[in-house]
């Protein structure tokens, strides 16, 4: 069948399509991808912290426009096609929406509300826009060059490349406590997600039927028919803690070894007192 779309055409309205996941254009994405988040963090790891957070300031803007554009161009075409808006699948209560909220609070903030962003963004949201640039799943609905392919491949790069920059230019230097601190976005946001989940029979956060991870959706419809999804919601909730420590163990693993290479360095760069004193002179 002949593929016939346009740029901004909806899911449905594309004919010939089967999925995009893993072509050609995409694998290439994510080379290119991976290659310049790991150029921006060395290029810019020694950024003023002022102007870092001016970028941010500025991306938080775009991200939140890119959203809205997002949210009124889907519901466009479920409104006109008699559908009507749809709760259950295009609210911004998403784990991947807390990149906006936390951005926003990091970018326009001050003291703790901050440094818990910060610590989100850092790590949680980090690593899932590093998995989103691989695994995309909105290739599994549209072309590669299509507004709904590239809003969730730009979406999720950002995320990754934000969390990677917060780090290198030690905007945020991660604790271990940092691993339940990242996590309070999380909780805040499930307090909305969850009654969500129920009322429209959505899987936002993925704390309902665990959609696109096949150990939790299983997980999930045992639980279910036991009557256990409430657990379910909470053993999903907790998972996202191992995203956090998986960052934040690494980062210390860095953090060890250059302190165990340091010493040597400064070692090998002081002189040996006799080196730097003059023989004495025979008079």
């Known amino acids: 069948m002949q593929l016939l779309y346009h740029f901004f055409d909806y899911k449905g309205f594309i004919t010939g399509f089967d999925s995009d996941l893993f072509g050609v254009e995409h694998i290439i994405y994510i080379i290119l991808a991976y290659i310049s988040v790991v150029l921006l963090g060395i290029f810019l790891r020694n950024v003023n912290h002022k102007k870092f957070n001016t970028f941010l300031k500025v991306l ?29 699948g295009i609210l911004p209560l998403y784990t991947c929406s807390l990149f ?12 703790k509300a901050r440094e ?19 695994q995309c799943n909105g290739l599994n609905w549209y072309p590669f060059w299509t507004f709904g392919a590239w809003y969730s491949l730009i979406f999720h790069y950002l995320m990754f490349v934000v969390g990677v920059l917060i780090l290198t230019t030690r905007t945020k230097v991660l604790k271990w406590k940092d691993i339940v601190i990242s996590w309070i976005p ?14 429209y029979g959505a899987d936002y956060m993925q704390i309902y039927e665990g959609s696109g991870v096949p150990l939790f959706s299983s997980l999930a419809e045992v639980m279910a ?18 995203l956090s420590a998986v960052v934040v163990s690494f980062c210390k693993l860095i953090e060890y070894i250059m302190a165990k290479k340091a010493p040597n360095q400064k070692n090998d760069e002081i002189k040996k007192p006799e080196d730097s004193i003059a023989e004495p002179q025979n008079v």
């Open 60 to 88: 938080s803007i775009c991200v939140l426009v890119l959203e809205i554009t997002k949210i009124t161009w889907e519901s466009y075409f479920d409104i006109t096609t008699g559908r009507g808006f749809n709760y259950g």
């Open 100 to 111: 906006i909220y936390t951005l926003l609070i990091a970018a326009w903030s001050k003291g």
């Open 116 to 134: 818990v962003s910060l610590s989100f963004l850092a790590t949680i949201s980090m690593l899932s826009g590093a998995i989103g640039v691989v």
């Open 186 to 199: 999380m909780v805040i946001l499930s307090v909305i997600a969850s009654p969500a989940n129920y009322a």
């Open 225 to 242: 028919a036991a009557n256990l999804r409430p657990l379910f919601t909470i053993i999903m909730l907790s998972a996202y803690m191992i």
